[in-house]
């Protein structure tokens, strides 16, 4: 897909760092070494709640090891995740705690020169904990009398009671939903939910921390906020920002597992700090899938609908267990009311979101932030609507969607916007024809053990957090741009690239913006003492908030560039252009029309520093003031075996509206990956908790914690991706994200598409064999009846 | 700890590690040899990250005991090919985005090159097979197979070698 406006966006180009990457040197956290370096492991709770009765390490110090426990730490509490505004940041945790709240929890940390000697120290340490009551399920904790996990948290300096383990409550109301239900010739209701999945990066959590010789640190953490890291190392452990440096480090996978400063990261600086020496500290598999994994959702759903199918009304009522810390239920449940308010137009809705503490690993963003939980259960509905109705379930979302022109809550109820960019028609009606829609059939005419059945499931996602007024969510990017004397560029900014190509993307613009050809465009190394703040790469902000403010950047710079040449070549800075010369290897300044006036970008450079002129370098800090919906449809095809419940997914159309698309290729990997990971959601995924112990069902082992391999993917001629033709006015070049919209709509695509091969309605997630068989079981005990 | 000798050729160098009995083929390549593109995923033969050709076998070194290699030819990603004179498999996980956070792409281009040594014509479902070891969790595996096929497509025509890269 080449765009004959632009010379570089939209066009397919090799990634910066795509040859360090297959030729084995691009690094990670856990591969940095440094001299004298010592290795940390954990001592983790093996109880899911109790409280920590003593501590004797002297045995692991006489073997030579450097202990820390609780008392060593800061009792400071924070929240690992710093994205909220203080007041609405709830703080519930310390560096290691005084009880603890879910097996897995670090309780004691040893250092030692190496891997085998830690291991030793750590099996000399002698904890004894008193076990307390636990408990599992969200439902049972809210009960009186249940174990109680926190009395009280902090809410920004505020003491907050803690009653029941309802870590927070949120509620949206707009128009009069009871009235909007008699209203409706319908209503339909049911309810949902999702499981724990783990995010699975492929790289488990690592840091590296070194103390400096002025009292401050060096970390290199597996981390997508270097700057947020940085503040929260300050305010524990008390060291100015300036002596505090975190490094930019690739990262091996991330699907939001370090949206948050991971626990390890502040047991790592407090060991350093203790022993006065670098440590590393990298989690094994089974202790990074005790550290986090995603929201699950148990969603009540009502729908009221008109004969023709338009929506009156829209009542949505969650429970999350969050696990044993609250790291960002409040933000999550602000923005399940905004997925569900923004997919379709409801006259009156409501929404009721309870995040609730139970003995299990806290739970915190993964691709999509609650999003494919409630579009799962949306899009589970609007096709039984559209069955009840005899509708065309296409024809349904096209009745009742969210689009052009319209206001949009987005990233919740305080982040309202207009979308001003569109392809949600577009990418129905063509993925309607690629699949081969109108040949589905229904169910009842599928016969045989093996049915296939074709579901179509619709989404979005925001690109950032951005709204007209600042609000309780933080969002900004900045970016440094400079010109070489050769005319090369520099493209400086704390933005990390989760392997989506955002670095990329924003090396493009830049490219662009200058004229300068892409391989003269470099993306500098980068940590917290050399950039300005970024938030986070989170949010699917990278490419429409990160890379806005690169080119933000490259505008002040091309000023300054235009400025000087204009002195060199004598002509009004406003008439010129600046073109790339591929011939050249260049960007050149020119004047159109008058072939003399041309000169190259370098000579400019080269010119403003000999003469004193100075570097052409512009910095910028930039806020987005909307956060465009990237929307995306998925359609899915199936095949149900009804003697054994197994499905496996044959065909997939995955679609998205990014607005301009920047990588043609990656941000097709994007829509692949996001599919695999949406098929996982719904059909493999889940953490499950033995009730009798507290620990992992799995384990801990990916053995038993299924995820596709490339076996299991649909295979390549029966996969097909496309993007809708649309501009974003708001975004850089007219760009929008694509990242965790691509596995938003995917599991109601395909609980859509069982319910099209057998007729039944699956609304737990994962929809595993079992639960298959029984519903397959229990519809024909009902059929049975009936008759 | 007693320690043994052993010695390996790593990439067509022939290395002298002092290993302990216990100890993995992927810690001995790591922490011994500083081999940092072997990397570890899961320590537990999983996700196929620390996957390297030890004697013509692709196996994960995570479940090699060091000592076992003794003797014998380690091939790890560095060994495919280097960024001067890279092997077709890594011109084309470049150029068909097979490549995203990149951290199973050591395991995977490796598990890519035993499979192409092996059998230099396969077919689709071979190379799914073939790769079945090596989780990713970002691209969704499209690309990676698209890149493994243009490979051998490249490598049935014999050229490439010496292209640009």
Not at chain 1, 652 to 664: F, K, L, R, S, W
């Amino acid at each position: 897909m080449n765009d004959d406006r632009f010379d570089v966006i939209g066009r397919v180009t090799r990634r910066q760092d795509g040859h360090a990457m297959v030729t084995g040197r691009q690094l990670y956290s856990s591969d940095i070494s440094l001299p004298n370096m010592l290795q940390a492991r954990v001592l983790r709770s093996p109880y899911p709640h109790a409280r920590i009765a003593a501590i004797d390490t002297s045995e692991a110090e006489r073997l030579g090891a450097v202990c820390i426990t609780p008392e060593d730490v800061p009792r400071v509490k924070y929240n690992e995740r710093q994205v909220s505004v203080p007041a609405k940041t709830y703080r519930d945790r310390t560096v290691l705690p005084d009880k603890v709240r879910h097996v897995g929890q670090g309780v004691v940390a040893v250092a030692a020169r190496t891997e085998a000697l830690a291991d030793r120290a750590l099996d000399a340490l002698d904890v004894e904990f008193e076990s307390l009551p636990a408990v599992f399920d969200p439902h049972e904790a809210m009960r009186d009398g249940a174990p109680q996990l926190h009395d009280a948290v902090l809410l920004g300096e505020t003491v907050l009671p803690i009653e029941r383990n309802i870590a927070c409550y949120r509620e949206a109301v707009e128009g009069d939903v009871a009235r909007g239900l008699e209203e409706a010739d319908l209503v339909v209701e049911n309810e949902f939910t999702t499981g724990r999945a783990y995010h699975g990066q492929l790289e488990s959590k690592a840091v590296v921390c070194r103390p400096e010789a002025d009292g401050g640190i060096t970390v290199w953490a597996t981390a997508q906020s270097i700057h947020n890291t940085r503040q929260l190392l300050g305010s524990l452990f008390d060291i100015p920002l300036s002596k505090i440096n975190v490094q930019r480090v690739p990262i091996g996978g991330s699907f939001g597992s370090s949206i948050q400063m991971n626990s390890s990261v502040a047991v790592c600086v407090a060991l350093a700090l203790k022993a006065q020496k670098s440590v590393k500290l990298v989690l094994t598999r089974e202790e990074d899938m005790y550290d986090h994994c995603k929201y699950p959702s148990n969603i009540h759903l009502t729908y009221g609908v008109k004969r023709d199918g338009t929506l009156t009304a829209g009542y949505l009522k969650t429970v999350v267990d969050i696990g044993g810390h609250n790291i960002q239920a409040y933000p999550l449940l602000g923005c399940m009311a905004g997925w569900f308010v923004s997919l379709y137009r409801l006259p009156h809705l409501k929404f009721e979101g309870t995040a609730v503490y139970t003995n299990k690993a806290p739970a915190c963003a993964m691709q999509g932030y609650g999003n494919p939980q409630v579009t799962f259960a949306v899009e589970s509905m609007m096709d039984t609507i559209a069955e009840e109705l005899d509708i065309d379930p296409i024809d349904v979302r096209l009745k009742n969607y969210v689009g052009l022109g319209e206001t949009f809550w987005g990233q919740g109820p305080t982040v309202r916007s207009v979308i001003r960019s569109c392809g949600v028609e577009e990418m129905l009606l063509k993925g309607k024809a690629m699949v081969g829609w109108e040949g589905r059939g229904s169910s009842t005419s599928k016969t045989g053990r093996f049915r296939r059945g074709i579901g179509v499931g619709r989404g979005f996602h925001t690109s950032g957090t951005g709204a007209p007024t600042p609000g309780e969510v933080i969002d900004y990017s900045t970016a440094m741009v400079k010109i070489n004397e050769d005319g090369s560029v520099d493209c400086l900014t704390a933005l990390m690239c989760h392997g989506g190509g955002t670095l990329d993307a924003g090396a493009k613009m830049v490219a662009e913006e200058l004229g300068v050809p892409l391989d003269r465009v470099g993306i500098s190394p980068s940590n917290t003492r050399s950039t300005g703040y970024d938030v986070c790469t989170h949010a699917t902000r990278g490419v429409y908030c990160g890379g806005a403010s690169l080119l933000r950047a490259a505008q002040d710079v091309k000023k300054i560039l235009f400025d000087f040449a204009s002195r060199i070549i004598d002509v009004n800075p406003d008439a010129l252009k600046v073109r790339p010369d591929t011939s050249r290897g260049q960007g050149v300044v020119c004047l159109p029309g008058a072939p003399a006036k041309r000169i190259t970008v370098a000579e400019v450079a080269k010119t403003a520093q000999i003469k004193g002129w100075g570097s052409i370098i512009a910095v910028v800090s930039h806020r987005q003031v909307n956060c465009p919906p990237c929307f995306v449809v998925n359609f899915v095809e199936v095949e149900v075996d009804t003697a054994t419940g197994q499905i496996r997914p044959m065909r997939a159309v995955a679609a998205v509206d990014a607005g301009t698309v920047i990588n043609p290729d990656l941000a097709a990997g994007q829509l692949e990956g996001g599919l695999c990971r949406g098929i996982g959601l719904a059909l493999l995924e889940d953490t499950t908790y033995k009730p009798d112990t507290g620990e992992l069902t799995c384990g801990g082992y990916l053995t038993d914690y299924k995820v596709y391999t490339a076996q299991d993917m649909p295979s390549l001629e029966d996969l097909s991706t496309f993007f809708a033709d649309t501009y974003e006015p708001s975004g850089p070049f007219g760009a929008k994200g694509v990242g965790e919209a691509a596995n938003n709509a995917t599991a109601g695509a395909v609980a859509n598409a069982i319910y099209n091969a057998v007729g039944i309605r699956l609304t737990e997630a994962p929809i595993t064999p079992e639960r298959v068989l029984s519903a397959l079981t229990r519809d024909a005990e009902q059929l049975q009846q009936g008759r | 700890m007693t320690t043994y000798p052993i010695d390996i050729k790593v990439n067509g160098e022939w290395k002298r590690a002092e290993v302990t009995a216990r100890e993995t083929l992927l810690d001995a390549l790591r922490n011994r040899l500083r081999a940092f593109e072997v990397k570890d995923g899961c320590s537990q033969g999983d996700c196929g990250a620390c996957t390297v050709i030890l004697a013509g076998r692709a196996v994960n070194a995570c479940l090699t005991l060091a000592v076992q290699a003794n003797g014998k030819e380690i091939t790890t990603l560095k060994g495919v090919g280097t960024s001067e004179n890279p092997d077709p498999l890594q011109k084309s996980f470049v150029e068909h985005g097979a490549i995203q956070c990149g951290f199973c792409t050591p395991g995977v281009v490796v598990s890519a090159k035993a499979l192409l040594e092996a059998n230099p014509n396969p077919n689709r479902e071979e190379i799914r097979e073939g790769i079945s070891g090596n989780l990713c969790r970002c691209t969704g595996y499209t690309q990676i197979v698209e890149a493994i096929e243009d490979a051998a497509a490249h490598g049935r025509r014999g050229v490439g070698e010496r292209e640009d890269a």
